[in-house]
DNA sequence: TTGTACGCGTTATCAA
DNA sequence: TTGATAACGCGTACAA
């Protein structure tokens, strides 16, 4: 366990008995009079106002933290930053942080146990309020130790919903059959899905959608048209999932998400299928580029934003011992131009 | 000056204390003893070990930082978090931050002077050791703020050479240049720049890259090629200038950025002109997406992860009292499918 | 209405 | 080699 550091000192500010120095009261007057404590003279309260301002006084809010034991912090953890989705999580969760008085810390585990476990420690020693874990994996080992911590802690795009922490999710099953339900409306029948193992549980409801949209207009289920590619990345299992459609014959396919989507897109277009005339594409999430591809993606949208609010708002509200429910917030499809009725060669 | 807060209690945790009581010390050695401090007996230092991982302590980092003086936390001020460009800028600097132990305050300003004070007073209260200024625009109010924070502070992506901060930049002049080369060899002369005048100083240096490499070439550009389009967001920016270039009658594009040529070549698609044959497009920055759209995107690279580490490092440098210079990173371009031969109409 | 004294958890100084 | 004590900056019982 090792706890040194460098020891240079840095700062070196005014502090509240600077002021009551100069004020000529006690330290403790100064405290209460920046609190605007109804027990102050509106006189010296107003005299130490002025000369907090003219000094230059800051309060220190690692003094106040170690004396509250509660430091209005939130950590973030996410496998990457550089994630369109995990973006806009952020983008919300950190504007109602910042309404609330909260600062966040963003640390990335890159998938890398090492770190992870080096942040869970962080988040630890540096005693923040709350937890928010950003898609995590199953089987993160972090969670362990996250257990450990008995801070306040939400899952956020998860799937996995779990007993000890809320989680904000997306209505994934619903989703998915919009996303069907509009293929069908346009007329396809033979319709392949392309997922994503990595991500098990959110795949598993956007496939169980899926078939059960099918099932339900009485198509019967192809078992070729349901690929899960092996590949590490959205882009490789765009291309591989890309040619097993084909052969599976399909005139239209569903995505797990966006990225898988757009890469399949660009696969057509070096194959020179032309999307929507020969072969239609709808995604999932909407992320921001899926409306500047070429042709614009037809996809469902997942209320990213919100659904980062909705997780800090949750933590939030855990920490100040408040009651806190499983969200589930719904999609919406977006049509665009990547649908048309099917090829009829 | 409102300083108040909720007041409840969170944590209570362990303390040397706890474990000094248990291990017939007193907290002063098992402070020693967790530091490996050579004067304590490797017997009670062993002792004091076990017993402090028995009991499950983690050093509270916020007592730490009251004592020494420095927190470990580098503030970084983002417009906003939902940009490509940022993304990765913070995905590099976090990555630095977390191999020395420092953690990241992240925050939006979303071009809100009111949450800029607001961000910049947090800072100050919650003494972050630095900051990192990413990407701001020109006339920033905050930069005086920030200014009065004695705080080593590092420019990112902001083009401005400051005398009091160090910059991270890319050669803008040079990668501009090597767009506007690309298009001459492949035949054009007729070529336009669409600019996005908020990036006011980076725009002037694209512009200026672009200018020079025509003039070298013994081009006499026309100025009806240099489009600044009176927009908010570089999507408008996309589709008025494309407009603007059409009736200059120009055969190619060098766009300011990635963002502003795939509004382009979206444009282009609703158009129905064709690129890159009946319109070659080059960009800037090379995010992510530019790979993915139709056709994929010529540009530019900035080396953004690299940006954000550099900028880290000299933060942490400056912290560390060390000498720091600016930074100027190099650009490299990207070939892919966006350029051809002039259409010869 | 104001001030004194103590505690928050840790490190540093000085003495033993 | 170890320990008592003070200090970091702030908030708060309790006393005046």
Redesign the pocket.
């Known amino acids: 366990m090792c706890?040194g550091y460098s020891?240079t000192k840095l700062q070196?500010?005014i502090?509240?008995?600077d002021i009551a120095k100069v004020a000529?009261?006690?330290?403790?007057?100064v405290?209460?009079a920046?609190?605007a404590d109804s027990?102050?003279?509106p006189?010296?309260?107003e005299r130490v106002l002025r000369l907090a301002d003219e000094m230059g006084?800051v309060?220190?809010s690692i003094?106040?933290s170690?004396?509250?034991?509660r430091t209005y912090t939130i950590g973030m953890l996410v496998t990457s930053v550089a994630d369109p989705v995990v973006m806009d999580f952020m983008e919300g969760a950190e504007g109602i942080a910042q309404e609330r008085g909260y600062c966040i810390f963003l640390s990335t585990s890159r998938n890398d146990p090492a770190r992870e476990f080096n942040v869970v420690d962080t988040f630890q020693r540096r005693r923040v309020d709350g937890v928010i874990l950003v898609a995590p994996r199953t089987g993160d080992k972090c969670r362990l130790a996250l257990e450990r911590i008995q801070v306040p802690m939400v899952l956020l795009d998860s799937e996995e919903v779990n007993d000890t922490h809320p989680a904000v999710n997306v209505d994934n099953v619903g989703g998915a059959s919009l996303a069907v339900a509009h293929l069908l409306q346009w007329g396809h029948r033979r319709i392949g899905y392309i997922g994503a193992t990595d991500r098990r549980l959110t795949n598993v409801k956007r496939l169980s959608g899926y078939t059960k949209t099918l099932e339900q207009a009485g198509i019967q289920l192809d078992p070729t048209w349901i690929i899960n590619p092996e590949a590490d990345d959205d882009l490789q299992r765009g291309r591989l999932g890309l040619g097993q459609c084909l052969a599976a014959g399909v005139t239209a396919i569903f995505c797990y998400n966006d990225q898988i989507a757009i890469s399949v897109l660009n696969s057509c277009y070096h194959k020179g299928i032309s999307v929507p005339q020969q072969l239609s594409i709808v995604g999932f999430d909407d992320i921001r580029l899926a409306s500047y591809v070429n042709p614009p993606l037809t996809t469902v949208r997942q209320p990213l934003q919100e659904m980062g609010r909705t997780a800090m708002k949750m933590v939030l509200g855990l920490i100040d011992k408040a009651q806190v429910k499983n969200e589930m917030l719904d999609c919406e499809l977006v049509e665009r131009a990547s649908v048309a009725p099917p090829c009829t060669v």
Not at 24 to 29: E, K, R
């Open positions: 706890i020891t070196s500010v502090t509240i008995k000529g009261v006690s330290h403790t007057t405290s209460r920046l609190r027990r102050i003279t006189d010296t309260t006084y309060p220190n003094a106040q170690l004396n509250a034991k």
